[in-house]
């Protein structure tokens, strides 16, 4: 499939489920990656391009709200996170999760007009999932400058 008869079919798709448009569906979860497979199945595979976003922004937040075996910078940002980003991101994953649980059950029975609903309600969903998200992110970045220093530890050997 080349990338003209992918925005071909979904324009198709998109018309007779009333999605999104193609240019934003690509804007925030690359489908245009899909025209490297050939699918009789095109709504499963845009629904999978969305789930692959939600995933990364699950194990990001599982990252955050469990640290246990976290790399070192996101400790270095959970010493500066407030309870409000916290439980905003804790609602976040649990939002995500729920999408995540949805999507598997399509993946088990096949039915166009479900996957056409779940790609409307995630699509909506996400845009505010991303302003949440830009909104956790730039306290991040802010508050990176204002990282604790590491004390100088003696040997206690």
């Known amino acids: 499939m080349d990338l003209k008869k992918l925005k071909l079919e979904y324009s198709e798709l998109e018309k007779k489920f009333g999605l999104p448009s193609f240019s934003k569906m690509n804007e925030d979860f690359d489908i245009e990656k899909i025209e490297l497979k050939e699918t009789d199945f095109l709504l499963r595979e845009v629904r999978r391009a969305m789930l692959e976003k939600n995933v990364a922004y699950?194990?990001?937040l599982e990252m955050v709200l469990?640290?246990?075996?976290?790399p070192m910078f996101m400790l270095i940002l959970l010493k500066n996170i407030t309870n409000k980003e916290k439980q905003m991101m804790n609602d976040l994953y649990i939002e995500l999760g729920k999408y995540e649980i949805s999507s598997m059950a399509l993946d088990n029975i096949h039915n166009e007009e479900k996957e056409a609903e779940f790609i409307n309600n995630f699509y909506n969903k996400?845009?505010?999932v991303k302003q949440n998200f830009a909104s956790l992110i730039s306290g991040f970045?802010?508050?990176w400058d204002h990282k604790s220093v590491k004390?100088?530890?003696g040997y206690l050997g």
């Open 58 to 60: 699950l194990r990001f």
């Open 66 to 70: 469990n640290p246990s075996n976290s």
């Open 126 to 128: 996400w845009q505010a």
């Open 141 to 143: 970045e802010s508050s």
């Open 151 to 153: 004390k100088e530890k």
